[in-house]
C-alpha cells in the first residue's frame, strides 16, 4: 500500500465484524475513507449487544488507482453480500452510513423491505463541487485534497479519484430515484458545519423519503465526519437510543 496516499495510515481502515444477538449492523464507511469511519458506532452497538458488519468497499484502503477502477455496483453489490450474511444469523438487520455509505443504505432499503431501520449520517445526496469531477476525470486521475483542520483519526486518501468520484454520483443519483421507495424508520444526522455535504440534503430526504418514519438532526458543530467529530458521543448515544425504541418487541437482544 502507497501511504504516502493515506491519511492515518497507522489505523486500522480493514473489514470487521463483531459478533452479538440477533439483531444486526451493517455499517458502510463513504467515499476515499475506510472502517476506521465507523468502528467507533460499531464497537458501541456491539458492547450494546448487538451483531456488528463493516466491510471495506471496493477500491478503498489501497491506492488511489483502484478507486478510479471501479463501478458504484461495486459498492452496492458488496454491502449486499455482507447484508445477506448478516439476514442468516441474524433476526433483524438494520444499515447505518457515513456519506456516500448512507447513499449505498438507501439503495439497499429500497431494494430489501425487510430491512429493519436506517441511522445516516451526512449521507451525500448533495455534495459541493464534486460534479467538476465529470470534466476533471479527463485530463488528470486525482484532484489533491486541502488540509484538514479538524485532525480527525480518520484513515484514508489524501486526494480525490476523479473516475471514482464520478462513480460516487452516479451512486447519488440512483439514491436520489430509490428514495420514495423506502418506507422504513430512518433516523438521519446533518450538520450545519458540514463543509461537504449541503444542509439542503436534509430538505431533499424530508420531501422526498418514502417513510413516514423520518427523524431529523442539525448538528451545530460537526464538520462532515461526523461519527469521529466533536458531537461523537452525543450522536452516537442517540443513535442507540433511536434503535432500542424500534426494536421489535419479540426481538432477541441482551446489553
Known amino acids: 500500500m502507497a501511504e504516502n496516499y493515506m491519511i492515518h495510515p497507522e489505523l486500522d481502515g480493514s473489514s470487521f465484524t463483531y459478533q452479538g444477538g440477533k439483531t444486526g449492523f451493517l455499517l458502510l464507511h463513504g467515499f476515499t475513507a475506510t472502517t476506521a469511519e465507523v468502528r467507533?458506532?460499531?464497537e458501541r452497538l456491539n458492547a450494546a449487544g448487538y451483531t456488528v458488519?463493516?466491510?471495506?468497499?471496493p477500491g478503498h484502503g489501497t491506492y488511489p488507482d483502484d478507486l478510479n477502477n471501479v463501478r458504484w455496483q461495486d459498492w452496492l453489490q458488496t454491502a449486499e453480500s455482507e447484508y445477506e450474511k448478516l439476514r442468516e444469523q441474524c433476526d433483524e438487520v438494520w444499515?447505518?452510513?457515513?456519506?456516500?455509505?448512507?447513499?449505498?443504505?438507501?439503495?439497499?432499503?429500497?431494494?430489501?423491505?425487510n430491512i429493519?431501520?436506517?441511522?445516516?449520517?451526512?449521507?451525500?445526496?448533495?455534495?459541493?463541487?464534486?460534479?467538476?469531477?465529470?470534466?476533471?476525470?479527463?485530463?488528470?486521475?486525482?484532484?489533491?485534497?486541502?488540509?484538514?483542520?479538524?485532525?480527525?483519526?480518520?484513515?484514508?486518501y489524501n486526494v480525490y479519484p476523479?473516475?471514482?468520484?464520478?462513480?460516487?454520483?452516479?451512486?447519488?443519483?440512483?439514491?436520489r430515484k430509490a428514495l420514495g421507495?423506502?418506507?422504513?424508520?430512518?433516523l438521519a444526522f446533518f450538520s450545519k458545519k458540514?463543509?461537504?455535504?449541503?444542509?439542503a440534503a436534509s430538505d431533499l430526504l424530508q420531501r422526498k423519503l418514502g417513510s413516514k418514519e423520518l427523524e431529523l438532526v442539525i448538528l451545530k458543530e460537526s464538520p462532515h465526519v461526523i461519527l469521529l467529530a466533536n458531537e461523537q458521543q452525543m450522536v452516537i448515544d442517540y443513535s442507540l437510543s433511536y434503535v432500542s425504541k424500534?426494536?421489535?418487541?419479540?426481538?432477541?437482544?441482551?446489553?
Open 95 to 113: 444499515v447505518a452510513g457515513e456519506s456516500m455509505g448512507g447513499l449505498v443504505c438507501l439503495l439497499l432499503a429500497a431494494k430489501n423491505p
Open 40 to 42: 467507533p458506532l460499531g
Open 181 to 186: 421507495k423506502i418506507t422504513q424508520p430512518t
Open 116 to 156: 429493519k431501520g436506517l441511522l445516516l449520517y451526512a449521507p451525500a445526496l448533495y455534495v459541493n463541487n464534486m460534479k467538476v469531477a465529470y470534466v476533471l476525470q479527463y485530463v488528470m486521475k486525482y484532484l489533491e485534497k486541502k488540509p484538514s483542520k479538524n485532525n480527525l483519526l480518520w484513515k484514508g
Open 194 to 199: 458540514d463543509a461537504t455535504v449541503k444542509l
Open 53 to 57: 458488519s463493516a466491510p471495506l468497499l
Open 162 to 175: 476523479l473516475k471514482g468520484a464520478v462513480e460516487m454520483l452516479k451512486l447519488q443519483k440512483a439514491a
Open 246 to 255: 424500534n426494536l421489535n418487541e419479540n426481538s432477541v437482544h441482551r446489553p
